[in-house]
């Protein structure tokens, strides 16, 4: 590639050092850093080699890695124990339903198909541990999540809007309004708080009081796009925040893709993973999701699936044990010993 004597010229020797001869010598160009060329993004090649950094510096694109949130929790989890323990407190009556030989209790929210109500409350309660568990190590706040220079509604920011921790129900109401208006879904939910945790990493900053709405907003933007097929347009959003603008609402979504490094793809095990540390996360914090007793109707749909899951897998059986039955145990009408040539 590059090489006139060898791609162009299929000359004798002779001609093809005469050719060579007349060649300038080969000077390379300097290459020009990220600073004279104006783009600050890494390149893709700089991102080839994620696989072979740490799990811990990116959890939410190796699904063996500890997502942020759960690990942020324990903490609480552990002081909450402890006091319970050093007061003597029972923690009160365990209302958990057990099945028995009459009755099935199962939860409908499964890894394809999570309850909406119920996985937002574990991402309100993820994002809350975010900021009451955050890093204070001075990290910077950037200027395009920063609620005082872009703010949401019209209404004045209070001077000391940087220094009091949102509540978990002030999150779950600003993300539950989101989803109901924009008709999300609950996958989206888990989607959302994969990119948080990512531009957190990716950005190297952290979620606190002064920014955690217009990153979650962010969030539920970017993954109403990748998630929904009939996404909702920024015009919409404007329309359930009445007092942000169209190109804010664009700025945020260029800046948010840009922090992450326009990597939006989620790997169905990372996706697996944060569902199963969300539903932890609610173990933990005795937030369970509801139980209902098993009906004639979802039983009949469990059996029917069961039954088309046993003839699909007998299939693959059967071909499975033709590859792999020796030629001296056929069973045939007459029996004939396997002879080797």
Request: net charge neutral.
């Amino acid at each position: 590639m590059g090489n006139t004597t060898s791609c162009c010229v299929s000359s004798s020797p002779k001609h093809r050092r005469n050719t060579h001869s007349r060649l300038e010598p080969y000077r390379p160009e300097p290459e020009l850093s990220r600073e004279e060329t104006g783009c600050n993004l890494q390149h893709i090649s700089d991102r080839e080699n994620l696989d072979d950094l740490p799990m811990e510096y990116n959890p939410s694109d190796h699904p063996r890695a500890s997502t942020i949130f759960l690990s942020k929790s324990q903490t609480d989890v552990r002081e909450k124990r402890k006091s319970l323990y050093i007061n003597h407190h029972h923690p009160g009556p365990v209302r958990r339903k057990y099945s028995s030989c009459s009755t099935i209790f199962l939860d409908d929210s499964t890894v394809s198909q999570p309850n909406l109500k119920y996985t937002i409350k574990c991402v309100a309660l993820a994002i809350y541990y975010h900021t009451k568990n955050r890093d204070v190590d001075g990290r910077m706040l950037l200027d395009i999540f920063d609620e005082k220079l872009h703010p949401l509604s019209k209404s004045e920011v209070p001077h000391d809007y940087d220094k009091h921790d949102p509540e978990q129900k002030q999150i779950y109401r600003f993300v539950r309004t989101l989803f109901s208006a924009a008709q999300l879904t609950a996958e989206c939910a888990i989607v959302t708080l994969v990119y948080l945790e990512r531009l957190l990493t990716y950005a190297e900053i952290d979620i606190c009081p002064a920014n955690w709405k217009r990153i979650v907003l962010g969030a539920i933007l970017l993954a109403s796009k990748v998630w929904d097929d009939q996404a909702v347009w920024n015009v919409d959003y404007c329309q359930i925040l009445k007092d942000i603008t169209v190109e804010d609402m664009n700025e945020l979504e260029r800046q948010f893709l840009e922090l992450l490094q326009f990597n939006i793809n989620v790997p169905s095990s990372v996706y697996a993973k944060y569902y199963f540390d969300l539903r932890s996360l609610a173990e933990a914090n005795n937030l369970s999701f509801p139980l209902e007793p098993l009906s004639r109707d979802k039983a009949q749909k469990l059996e029917a699936i069961s039954r088309l899951c046993d003839d699909k897998y007998k299939d693959l059986r059967k071909q499975v044990k033709k590859k792999s039955v020796s030629a001296d145990n056929l069973t045939m009408v007459r029996w004939c010993p396997a002879i080797i040539s």
